[in-house]
């Protein structure tokens, strides 16, 4: 269960704290190195970790029609659901669709108890975590350090963190140089 928007600004802004760029006089937001991208395929792969993948589902707002990112992610094995933004441009269904799809393979698969890998740190994702327990479901997240509080909530639901930040450089790539001098 893969959280697109979660995965791919905090891997921008790794990217960007990587190349040592910091945040612009009077900006309060961390700044994002826009020429990163993520494989889709190796992220697949590091999130099954050498297991079966039952279902591998990635959620996200729908991006503009010439946009390549979905066509990939769908090439490279994930199932791709995608919802239209707010009229304001904020992000809806993702996260509750992330936590559906996830209710269900754990309800559909329940006499047989298995993993869900959660692609996020979102601590909107602990009612998944709760309900994946009371079905014997072992519950990892996969996520960037700075998508998560190691002490908070979800941190310390899940069996297992496997932080992103360690596999930076095989689940994404660099498009264009960046920043430029």
Known sequence: ?????NVF???????????GVQRAEGDTRDPQDPSWRVDFGTLLVHMA?????????????????NDSVWTSAKQKGFKVLTYDRSF??????????????AAEVI?????????????????????????AHRYNWTVEMCAFSSAFNPAGDM?????????????????????????TK
């Open 107 to 131: 309800l559909l698969n329940r006499d047989e108890p298995g993993v869900v890998v959660l692609g996020s740190g979102d601590r909107d994702f602990m009612p998944t975590v709760r309900l």
């Open 49 to 65: 970790n050498g297991r079966e993948v039952l279902d591998a589902i990635l959620v996200g707002s729908k991006p503009p029609q």
């Open 9 to 19: 600004i905090e891997g921008k802004k790794f990217s960007a704290k990587n190349k």
């Open 155 to 179: 941190a310390l639901a899940v069996e297992k963190i496997r932080t992103l930040d360690d596999v930076f450089d095989q689940i994404g790539r660099h498009d264009f140089d960046w920043p």
């Open 88 to 101: 304001s441009g904020e992000e809806k269904e993702v996260d509750t669709e992330i936590a559906t799809q």
């Open 1 to 5: 269960m893969l959280d697109n928007s």
